[in-house]
């Protein structure tokens, strides 16, 4: 069993009044002895990050305290003359341990981001994936998530009022597909429409339905995954898919 969470943010005056609000409520999740958690897409006013060590520091130090695995978002990254939206990974001991890159920029993003091509696995207390977003659109990067080997799937992302209803959609679809799990948190304010779920799998009578959990009346939630339940699902699903042309 793995015990996995999310945090919904809303508005902060500057990064600093965020992560000192966020970290809060990463203790709290801490003391569940929460084993993965996970932040939305951009929801730091300055969303361009020079040095995750050190803007996240008080993450890294949170994450090595409760041996958990912290997710932080993901946000701009320059190097070079290259753009792209990352998102950072914090193990168990404190240490940035690699970053997934949002493989499909959203509209106004293909102008100045550069797209990801490469959907890694992490591996902390179970393998997992994360989809940033409008990754989650697209079956492929779920589907390949999945095919090497993840276990669960987290989604940091940042979804507008007008946009949370296909947003559900996508990602129970996404979640039924492959027979996964998913983490999906967002950002809560006037323009952005919170609604962050934990989707977890259940068979009633040999059909497979979704359970939704939300952060009803807070910010953070938690649930307890029984990995090997989802392990069996997925072989079957794989056994029952056809190759065609």
């Given at each position: 069993?793995?015990?996995?969470?999310?945090?919904?943010?809303?508005s902060?005056?500057?990064?600093?009044?965020?992560?000192?609000?966020i970290?809060?409520?990463?203790?709290?999740?801490?003391n569940a002895?929460t084993?993965?958690?996970?932040?939305?897409?951009?929801?730091?006013?300055?969303?361009?990050?020079?040095?995750?060590?050190?803007?996240?520091?008080?993450?890294?130090?949170i994450?090595?305290?409760?041996?958990?695995?912290?997710?932080p978002?993901?946000?701009?990254?320059k190097?070079?003359?290259?753009?792209?939206?990352?998102s950072?990974?914090?193990s168990?001991?404190?240490?940035?341990?690699?970053?997934?890159?949002?493989?499909?920029?959203?509209?106004?993003e293909?102008?100045?981001?550069?797209?990801?091509?490469e959907?890694?696995i992490?591996k902390t207390?179970?393998?997992f994936?994360?989809?940033?977003?409008?990754?989650?659109?697209?079956?492929?990067?779920a589907?390949?998530?999945?095919?090497?080997?993840?276990?669960?799937?987290?989604?940091?992302?940042?979804i507008?009022?007008?946009?949370i209803?296909?947003?559900?959609?996508?990602?129970q679809?996404?979640?039924?597909?492959?027979?996964?799990?998913?983490?999906?948190?967002?950002?809560?304010n006037?323009k952005?429409?919170?609604?962050?779920?934990?989707?977890?799998?259940?068979?009633?009578e040999?059909?497979?339905?979704?359970?939704?959990?939300?952060?009803?009346?807070?910010?953070?939630?938690?649930?307890?995954?029984?990995?090997s339940?989802?392990?069996?699902?997925?072989?079957?699903?794989?056994?029952?898919?056809?190759?065609?042309?």
């Open positions: 069993m793995t015990s996995v969470g999310l945090i919904q943010t809303k902060y005056v500057n990064n600093k009044e965020g992560i000192q609000n970290s809060k409520l990463l203790k709290n999740l801490g002895e084993e993965i958690v996970c932040l939305p897409e951009q929801w730091l006013p300055n969303n361009e990050i020079k040095d995750y060590d050190q803007e996240f520091l008080e993450f890294k130090k994450s090595k305290e409760y041996s958990m695995t912290i997710i978002g993901a946000f701009y990254e190097n070079g003359n290259k753009i792209s939206i990352n950072p990974v914090i168990p001991e404190g240490e940035i341990i690699g970053k997934q890159e949002k493989i499909h920029p959203y509209d106004y293909k102008e100045t981001v550069s797209a990801g091509t959907a890694k992490f207390s179970c393998k994936g994360i989809m940033i977003c409008y990754d989650t659109v697209f079956p492929g990067v589907q390949m998530l999945a095919n090497k080997g993840a276990e669960i799937l987290f989604s940091p992302s940042r507008v009022k007008e946009g209803e296909p947003w559900k959609m996508y990602v679809v996404r979640s039924l597909e492959n027979r996964i799990p998913i983490i999906a948190p967002n950002v809560e006037i952005f429409g919170g609604n962050s779920m934990i989707i977890e799998l259940v068979k009633e040999k059909i497979v339905k979704t359970k939704i959990t939300k952060p009803e009346g807070g910010f953070e939630i938690s649930a307890d995954i029984t990995l339940n989802y392990k069996k699902m997925r072989i079957q699903r794989s056994e029952d898919r056809n190759k065609f042309q």
